[in-house]
């Protein structure tokens, strides 16, 4: 009855373990949620109350399948003064969720065996995506002494005719790597001119630490003509339950993706469409946010990095910590199922994102959580 493409996907492990801690803290358990894959933050009430007028003044109709014109515009600012991308409105679309725009350019650009490049470690749902339009996964490893980020021998070794789309999601999901103008750089000149597109999901974008900034792929050379920019309003304004995401492409491939929109989700919201006009015009609120999750970075880096058994590795930015449980003898999944029995700490085990040996730990909960989770995580290594 499963069609050949769904029998080979394998299910969302952050969000069955997201869902499992939920459903255990509901159960009165006293859970440390490192799971989490989204802000622990209230979406902020400037931007409710937008959506309240929203549907009190009735916009609760279809928008243009893209979006309306107002977000469109709004979204097209904040691309050229923060990312410095060329575009103008009619290079984007308002999506449901920036998970829906990732899914909506594979099917628009993958034929049946072409390859699609992924670095690992992935965010899980990238493979599992690409497969669902019939495409070949070609895994890259980035190896954690080059500080998980694709070193450009690889990358070069890794493109054959059949490549087709390069997927690069920096500040990392799950590792918070991120990369530098001129490592930017250095892959541009590595795919440009082969026709391979850039697939750039840049929706931590906002979550970059220790003052670096973050730089689109899409304002590097001509690679707006190939890339398609990824982003969304889930973890900038902590709107995860409102599914709205966009992409920005050249107007060649606005025109075919539109056309999948139009026959799958329509459009986007329209009252999450009026919240996210009003959160797209604020700097201020994730700026907040941001110096509030690079707090809990150093908290938990901190509190962990004396352990023997379990190295953090400290992240640049997202709210997630890569740390490599290699030296406790368990692999992934047990560390990570042991680690929930015994001390009620829920964590995501690193092998769903191709990077088996290592667990993720989710920094998006309380600074009392963080250093209950903290001395747990202590007595765990204690006992390995
Ligand atoms: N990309 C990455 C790397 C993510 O972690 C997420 C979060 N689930 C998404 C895309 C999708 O975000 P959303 O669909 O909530 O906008
Ligand atoms: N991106 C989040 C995570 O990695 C949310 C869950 C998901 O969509 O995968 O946990």
């Avoid at 920094?363 to 202590?378: M, V």
């Amino acid at each position: 009855m499963i069609s050949s493409r769904v029998k080979l996907l394998s299910s969302s492990s952050t969000l069955k373990i997201t869902a499992l801690t939920k459903k255990l803290k509901k159960e009165g358990k006293d859970v440390v949620n490192f799971a989490a894959g989204e802000p622990d933050f209230d979406t902020p009430s400037f931007i409710k109350e937008k959506a309240k007028l929203a549907i009190d003044k009735g916009l609760t109709k279809y928008t243009p399948s893209a979006g309306t014109n107002e977000i469109r515009e709004a979204i097209c600012r904040k691309l050229k003064e923060d990312n410095n991308i060329p575009c103008e409105s009619s290079n984007i679309i308002v999506t449901s969720g920036a998970k829906y725009a990732i899914f909506a350019s594979m099917v628009t650009f993958l034929d049946k065996g072409e390859e699609v490049l992924i670095p690992s470690p992935f965010w899980v749902s990238y493979p599992e995506m690409a497969k669902l339009c019939g495409a070949k996964v070609k895994v890259v490893n980035a190896k954690a002494r080059d500080n998980f980020k694709l070193s450009v021998d690889s990358l070069a070794r890794a493109i054959s005719k059949k490549t087709k789309l390069l997927v690069l999601n920096y500040p990392s999901n799950p590792t918070g790597a991120t990369y530098s103008e001129n490592e930017l750089k250095a892959i541009y000149d590595v795919v440009k001119d082969k026709n391979i597109i850039v697939l750039s999901d840049e929706i931590y974008e906002i979550l970059s630490y220790d003052g670096a900034k973050h730089v689109s792929f899409a304002s590097i050379g001509d690679a707006h003509k190939f890339t398609v920019t990824i982003n969304g309003f889930s973890k900038s304004f902590s709107m995860t339950g409102w599914r709205l995401g966009y992409l920005e492409a050249a107007s060649n491939f606005i025109e075919a993706i539109s056309k999948v929109i139009d026959h799958t989700t329509s459009c986007a919201s329209s009252v999450s469409q009026a919240a996210g006009l009003a959160a797209i015009q604020d700097k201020k609120w994730p700026q907040t946010m941001r110096e509030e999750f690079e707090n809990r970075r150093n908290l938990l880096f901190n509190g962990l990095s004396s352990l023997k058994k379990i190295k953090p590795i400290k992240p640049s930015g997202t709210f997630y910590m890569f740390c490599d449980i290699k030296k406790s003898g368990l692999n992934s999944v047990e560390f990570s199922s042991q680690l929930l029995d015994k001390q009620l700490v829920s964590t995501i085990p690193a092998d769903s994102f191709g990077a088996e040996g290592y667990i993720r730990l989710s920094f998006a909960t309380s600074i009392q959580d963080i250093e209950k989770g903290i001395e747990r995580i202590k007595s765990f290594s204690l006992g390995l």
